[in-house]
């Protein structure tokens, strides 16, 4: 049963990525990037529209083949071992598109089904994200007829009712509202303090990698530009007081950029 | 603006319609990495590729109406009918399957049309509400115009050459006209109904089954379109029955209902020209049931250029704030709850709906039959005919529920689902089509036939056939969606895939079905035996074909 080997403490590292390179077509999206998520930890990865983040959380969660790299997951391949990864993820996508043809609580039994979670586990779960994001009231809607922010809060309902070891969320924070937005910075904390967990987590809003993660990597085009806590950037361009913004800027070679581009915009 | 603008403006949002119908993007499929430009003009290809093979059909119709129009085919359908009467007949018949047609296409591409915001940009900007309505229209237009013009130039060429009547092809001219007008209004209002009714619909078992009865309505045109073909002879018999024995309301009320009088007037027409004799129905009537339906269509016309951008700016209907009093949860195996999705998505998504409904729908109508029919003797016969047509039509039908699974695909992908559960899940799906459909001929002809032991064993022998048909065509599916990469077929964009699938499944499910014609005249202890045997036989290899290798989740 899924739900005892997700709540049994794996061992090994949540997420190992190693020299990974993810193409399409000639295009190098990804390109021979390393890191690693390490237990009770939330790890950013940042960067602008383009820079990979989708590409290499893609690529985890076994929506695009890797031209080349590996990835582990408490030290399992996902190309040979895919279901046993897979039980052990529990994944936001960018996009809010879901079956839309059905209600979340269709949606999220057949998940529990396919997570082989009991009734009782299932149901209670279910209840408790509902009541916290507060969207009990529209589970017997079609997603179809949702918001993209129920939507959004239905996703992150479904990646955590297996309670899952690792969590991969490409922009979890998007479309939600801020009450929503707080529950889950406050839910990420608390949930990496147990057992073996980790949490992969990409965005562009810099406060919140800021406040929320304990390591971020910084993507460029692909390129790793910069790795580590936001202490260990700051030494890396050498500027004590930085923030994560001026850091991000400094790195991906953007600060001149931005200036020019305010300059001619009549900023 | 005038209706030039509006055909420029339209460009854009055609095109999107065009790229969301073929790589259903927004169903949850993931973008593929060839380049933009390219995909747009892959889209733009198939979807006129698409276009033209209705039209190819729908041409097929108009040329059939010739075969139905010599003497021959008359002596054998409509013998005792006045030639009129007949022609009129076959004229009815083409005209109402050009309906079914043309309003099951709008049918298929109409979600796509009302899901895809195609001109949610174009409202936005400082464009008249005219124009904006033209837009609408014009779109609509584009994605039946192949159809259309195929029903419209093809069909009044046949029937004017077919009675040698320049006169009868400019009377089937408007009929076609009337119908084409018809088929698209029907299927923008039953569009409307879907986004509204249907897909806003509420879970829980008895929306379920109030979804459930409306797809049934809905399946009728095409059930309709493929009942006309199959049911024929029959349509001929009623016809002949309402002439001869039936009351003069309802003959008359038959002979005015649409698009009837433009069969008539049409068959008439050589009349007039004092080409051939006639109708025992005085044409006046026709003529005037023509002429209030024209009046009609003429309005129908001018609603059709504002409804397009109506329905597109509807918005689905929730039935109210449905608060889940109780958020329980009921997970099953993995196959069942792959095949409860099926269900439930279809529940909501007509094209699939009608894919259930088609099979169940036939063994209605022909149980139906034997029961009605005095005349029919051999209900055994009538029963088991009922039954393979029901496992044919299944199994060709069963690649199409693959396409179930484009919706959330990139999604679904995450999922720890084994390969054997999605297939398991199809192939019951199949099975309990074929159970139900057989479930109701036995029902139905249990009024005629008191020994059904016999139906049962052809029932139970042919079932391992229909299993070994399913096994066969989604290991197909599933090893061609493998070697691809790609998001498995939708029915847009592998149609072709799909029928090509269906081929081999359905040569598979006639298997026992032939092996029973050669074993029939023999003891049924040797028959039933020997068709079960080669269908388990077949059932066998079929699955280890299909699961034969460890399920991935490499799909």
Not at chain 1, 27 to 46: M, N, S, W
Not at chain 1, 185 to 205: A, I, M, N
Not at chain 2, 155 to 173: E, R
């Amino acid at each position: 049963m899924v739900s005892s080997s997700s709540s049994r403490a794996p061992n090994g590292l949540p997420l190992r990525v190693e020299a990974l390179t993810v193409r399409y077509g000639a295009q190098v999206a990804v390109d021979q990037l390393t890191f690693e998520v390490r237990p009770g930890e939330i790890y950013g990865l940042l960067g602008s529209n383009g820079a990979g983040k989708s590409s290499t959380i893609k690529a985890i969660v076994g929506l695009v083949p890797p031209a080349s790299g590996t990835i582990s997951v408490f030290g399992m391949d996902p190309i040979k071992t895919p279901i046993a990864v897979k039980e052990r993820i529990g994944y936001v996508p960018e996009s809010t598109l879901l079956f839309d043809a059905l209600t979340p609580r269709e949606f999220l039994e057949y998940i529990a089904s396919v997570r082989h979670l009991t009734e009782a586990e299932a149901s209670e779960r279910a209840r408790s994200y509902a009541t916290a994001f507060q969207i009990e009231s529209d589970f017997e809607r079609p997603i179809a007829t949702l918001s993209n922010g129920t939507r959004q809060k239905v996703l992150i309902a479904a990646a955590f009712l297996h309670q899952p070891p690792l969590l991969v969320l490409d922009e979890p924070l998007n479309n939600l509202d801020p009450r929503a937005v707080r529950i889950m910075k406050e839910l990420l904390t608390s949930y990496v303090r147990h057992g073996q967990r980790g949490v992969l987590f990409s965005t562009h809003t810099l406060e919140v990698a800021q406040q929320l993660c304990q390591r971020v990597a910084i993507l460029d085009h692909g390129l790793l530009r910069g790795e580590g806590t936001l202490e260990e950037l700051r030494q890396g361009v050498q500027q004590g007081d930085a923030s994560l913004e001026e850091i991000f800027l400094r790195l991906t070679r953007e600060e001149e950029a931005v200036r020019v581009a305010v300059r001619s915009l009549g900023g | 603006m005038g209706w030039r603008e509006a055909w420029r403006l339209s460009e854009a949002p055609y095109t999107e319609i065009a790229f969301q119908a073929i790589y259903a993007i927004r169903q949850g499929n993931l973008p593929s990495s060839t380049p933009d430009e390219e995909l747009t003009e892959k889209a733009l290809r198939r979807v006129t590729q698409s276009k033209l093979m209705v039209a190819f059909v729908l041409g097929l119709v108009g040329i059939g109406a010739y075969l139905f129009l010599t003497q021959r085919v008359e002596t054998a359908l409509g013998g005792g009918l006045p030639r009129g009467l007949y022609v009129a007949g076959v004229l009815d018949g083409v005209l109402v399957l050009e309906l079914a047609l043309v309003w099951w296409t709008g049918l298929q591409i109409l979600p796509t049309f009302l899901g895809s915001s195609s001109m949610t940009l174009l409202e936005t900007m400082p464009v008249d509400e005219r124009t904006l309505d033209r837009v609408g229209a014009i779109l609509v237009f584009r994605l039946f115009d192949a159809p259309a013009l195929s029903c419209v130039v093809i069909t009044p060429l046949v029937v004017a050459v077919s009675l040698n009547s320049p006169l009868a092809g400019v009377a089937m001219f408007l009929g076609v006209i009337a119908v084409v007008s018809v088929a698209i209004a029907l299927a923008l209002l039953t569009g409307r109904f879907f986004v509204r009714r249907i897909q806003g619909a509420r879970g829980g078992g008895r929306q379920s089954l109030v979804r459930w009865s409306y797809l049934l309505l809905w399946a009728i045109p095409a059930f309709a379109m493929y009942g006309f073909v199959t049911f024929s002879g029959q349509y001929f018999a009623l016809v002949q029955q309402l002439w001869y024995y039936g009351p003069a309301p309802a003959f008359t009320a038959f002979v005015l209902s649409f698009p009837f009088p433009f069969a008539l007037l049409t068959a008439s027409a050589p009349t007039l020209q004092g080409v051939a004799p006639t109708s025992t129905v005085d044409p006046l009537w026709a003529l005037f049931g023509s002429l209030v339906y024209l009046e009609a269509v003429g309005a129908l016309v001018v609603w059709l250029v504002r409804a397009p951008r109506r329905l597109v700016r509807s918005t689905p209907d929730a039935g109210g704030v449905g608060r889940a009093e109780d958020l329980r949860l009921v997970p099953s195996r993995a196959s069942l709850a792959v095949l409860v999705k099926d269900l439930r998505t279809a529940s909501r998504t007509p094209g699939y709906a009608f894919l259930i409904l088609l099979p169940l729908l036939d063994a209605m109508a022909i149980g139906f039959w034997t029961v009605v029919n005095p005349a029919n003797g051999d209900t055994f016969n009538l029963g088991i005919a009922a039954v393979a047509t029901a496992a044919l039509l299944a199994t060709f039908f069963g690649p199409a529920f693959f396409a179930i699974e484009v919706m959330g695909y990139s999604y679904a992908r995450t999922l720890p689902l084994a390969d054997h559960h999605v297939l398991l899940g199809k192939v019951l799906l199949v099975a309990i089509i074929y159970l139900i459909a057989s479930g109701l001929v036995l029902g139905l002809t249990l009024f005629r036939f008191f020994d059904p032991w016999l139906f049962l064993a052809f029932i139970a022998a042919e079932f391992p056939g229909v299993l070994a048909a399913s096994f066969l065509e989604l290991g197909l599916l599933f090893r061609e969606a493998r070697r691809r990469g790609l998001p498995i077929v939708n029915l847009y964009s592998g149609a072709w895939i799909a029928t090509l699938v269906a081929i081999p499944g359905v040569l598979v499910a006639a298997v026992p079905l032939a092996a029973f014609e050669f074993l029939r005249a023999g003891p049924a202890l040797v028959t039933f035996p020997s068709m079960g045997a080669l269908a388990l036989l077949e059932l066998g290899l079929a699955a280890l074909f299909a699961i034969g290798r460890p399920g991935r989740g490499a799909l």
